[in-house]
């Protein structure tokens, strides 16, 4: 096959389709479609479990996170009659984890509480985190001026805390904030660093939003020292609910654990269900894994492909037939003109070549159209549902094979027919 | 020499449970440059004859020398490019692509052969010239008369230089008058030497031929012999 002939070919193919541009147009309809849905729906759940991964990313593959919940009610009178309920995650607990398991890089105990945290007249909605230096380690927060939580903060239980980005926004406008200080729950505290914004997974916060009755819609994180907040904020949280007073004590809400390597997360799990299960009689606990919840979101995102994948081929299949419905139109409507090419030295190859590659170029432009067509939808979904997608170059180079795929498949047999047809009774054809 | 030798060629069409024979036990040769014309009552195995001359279709026997090959049981690629290399048609209904101009359609045949296509194109130039189409190369072939449509396809059929110009019944579809132009352009080509076999009804083109064949029946009732030049 000379370059001459491939070219003559595709001039002549061209010429054929573009002589029927509307039976053209409406036969590529299917693969365009089909096409399209391809790159869609790839986009969609490219941009969904990306999203859900960068979030579970956030709560670090190395670490396991362990949070206080509140069991099951369980009524226990205090001395002043009003009730205590005691549960959840303790600093004995943190040592324990520190000293029995091995392979840790550090252990984070945090206490979280929901407060409002005052600058001169502002006022805005915080959650404050009362940890250690190492919280570092297993959030991903950025140091923006000044500097984070240092040993001799809590040594000496200094009031001091460090705001992120939102808070400052919130609360600063214009002033320099290191060194001003922040009114939280009737201390001051002086402002000594700015860290980036921790967004956070749906699995924080929750929890703390239970126990210390307040829900959500806190701006952003506010960091003190641990022992500050033990001695400032205690252990007790007081409820004023409908059955009476009631009131709790939890030490930590969270303790969060980083391993040295990932292969010893899920061994770590096992040895933190064990201890725990034995010092906590009540389910008071939860443990998150990340890096369990990634390996689930990969599954999940696999799934989903699977699930797309054969709804766009179902289309794709169904527009390859359209196509082959429509070649076979195509060759019974030019039998003559194949009559006339093998009575003038065509071979059988030729004219497989021949209606192959019209097929092939129809669907090739279909699947390029498609292409456009379809990287645009996920551009619209983002801009006007907001949700996030993203077009991969394989999902184009896919489709696009795909869609010359279904050309070759689904124009073989009537390239076929038409090379087997007898010349002389294609000739007499009418 | 010997350009085309027929040994008790034989063509059977079954129809149903029906045999029929379309041709039997015919035998016949050519001589390069002869004028041949065939001829016959309907049915009698015309076109069945040339279309075995022509290599679209098999003998059910004999044998059947083009050149120095017998082609009677070759297979379909190498009939194909038998078609293309030795044999020209000429067709009662011109038989031109509808989506190809003059030019293009000259060019068919050239094409399958792999001649390149500067070439091809310099070539179909010349022979639209020479069937006196020169100036209208890019015409369709719904834009030109039933006379033009059968230069173009002469000149198609000339493509590949070949060793015999079949033709089937080549005025049946013109008025006198073009039909007669046709004749003149076969009887040039002719007196230039080529090869050519006619399939007619009409006793004014038999006359042309030096050689004609009466068929009845699927086998040669007659061979007449004119003297070379009317
Ligand atoms: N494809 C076929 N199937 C069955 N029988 C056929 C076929 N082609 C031709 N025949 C038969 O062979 C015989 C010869 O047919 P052919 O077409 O060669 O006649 P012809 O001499 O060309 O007639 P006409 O002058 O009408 O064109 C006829 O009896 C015809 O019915
Ligand atoms: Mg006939």
């Not at chain 1, 030490?251 to 040295?260: D, G, R």
């Not at chain 2, 002869?34 to 059910?60: E, F």
Request: glycine content about 8%.
């Amino acid at each position: 096959m000379t370059w001459y002939r491939l070219r003559q070919t595709i001039k002549l193919g061209a010429k054929s389709l573009w002589m029927h541009r509307l039976r053209s147009t409406l036969t590529a309809l299917g693969i365009i479609f089909g096409v399209c849905s391809v790159i869609a729906m790839l986009a969609i759940g490219e941009g969904a479990s990306q999203e859900a991964q960068d979030q579970i990313a956030r709560l670090g593959s190395r670490n396991v996170i362990i949070k206080t919940i509140k069991p099951p009610e369980e009524e226990r009178a205090d001395v002043q009659g009003a009730r205590l309920q005691e549960y959840g995650l303790t600093y004995a607990d943190a040592e324990q984890f520190k000293h029995t398991i091995p392979d840790i890089q550090v252990v984070v105990p945090q206490r979280r509480l929901m407060q409002e945290a005052w600058y001169l007249n502002r006022k805005v909605a915080i959650e404050v985190i009362g940890t250690i230096p190492w919280y570092t380690e297993i959030a991903p927060v950025d140091i923006r001026q000044g500097r984070f939580l240092e040993s001799a903060d809590l040594k000496y239980r200094q009031k001091v805390c460090i705001i992120d980005e939102e808070i400052f926004n919130k609360l600063f406008l214009f002033d320099d904030p290191l060194g001003a200080d922040v009114k939280i729950s009737g201390d001051f505290y002086r402002v000594i660093g700015i860290v980036s914004k921790v967004e956070s997974a749906s699995e924080n916060g929750a929890s703390e939003a239970d126990s210390s009755g307040q829900i959500g819609g806190v701006a952003g994180n506010v960091y003190i020292p641990l022992t500050t907040a033990k001695q400032r904020f205690g252990e007790i949280n007081l409820q004023i609910g409908t059955s009476g007073q009631n009131m709790e004590k939890v030490e930590l809400q969270q303790i969060t654990i980083q391993v040295k390597k990932t292969e010893h997360v899920l061994p770590t799990v096992e040895i933190l269900n064990n201890l725990l299960s034995r010092s906590h009689k009540k389910k008071d606990y939860q443990i998150v894994v990340p890096l369990e919840l990634l390996r689930q979101a990969a599954q999940t995102k696999k799934i989903f492909s699977i699930v797309l994948g054969s709804i766009a081929a179902i289309s794709l299949l169904v527009g390859g037939i359209g196509i082959m419905n429509i070649m076979l139109a195509t060759v019974s409507e030019r039998t003559r003109e194949i009559g006339i090419r093998r009575a003038l030295g065509a071979k059988r190859r030729d004219i497989i070549f021949q209606f192959l590659s019209e097929t092939v170029m129809l669907t090739m432009a279909g699947g390029l159209l498609g292409i456009v067509l379809g990287s645009l939808i996920p551009f619209l979904v983002t801009h006007f549902a907001s949700m996030p997608t993203i077009v991969t170059g394989s999902s184009l180079i896919l489709s696009f094979g795909i869609s010359a795929a279904i050309g070759v498949t689904f124009g073989i047999y009537p390239a076929y027919r038409a090379a087997h047809m007898d010349p002389i009774e294609s000739l007499r054809h009418e | 020499m010997a350009i085309v030798k027929i040994e008790k060629l034989s063509k059977n069409y079954q129809m149903g449970r029906l045999n029929v024979a379309a041709l039997r036990d015919v035998n016949l040769t050519f001589e390069e440059g002869q004028y041949i014309a065939i001829m016959g009552p309907s049915g009698s195995g015309k076109s069945t004859l040339l279309n075995l001359l022509g290599c679209l279709d098999r003998p059910t026997g004999g044998c059947y020398y083009l050149g120095k090959d017998d082609v009677a049981q070759m297979e379909d690629d190498e009939l194909s490019m038998i078609r293309g290399q030795r044999i020209g048609f000429i067709f009662q209904s011109y038989n031109l692509i509808a989506q190809l101009n003059v030019i293009e359609n000259i060019e068919v045949p050239m094409y399958y052969q792999g001649i390149s296509a500067r070439k091809s194109a310099e070539r179909a130039k010349e022979l639209a010239e020479l069937v006196g189409l020169g100036d209208r190369i890019d015409h369709r072939p719904s834009e030109l008369s039933g006379g033009q449509q059968q230069r173009v396809a002469i000149a198609r059929a000339l493509a590949n230089d070949p060793l015999i110009l079949l033709a089937d019944e080549p005025t049946g579809n013109l008025d006198t008058k073009s039909g007669g132009e046709i004749l003149h352009l076969l009887d040039d080509l002719n007196n230039q030497g080529k090869t050519l076999i006619v399939v007619t009804h009409d006793a004014q083109v038999a006359k042309r031929a030096e050689m004609v064949i009466h068929l009845l029946d699927g086998t040669v009732e007659r061979i007449e012999r004119n003297s070379k030049g009317n």
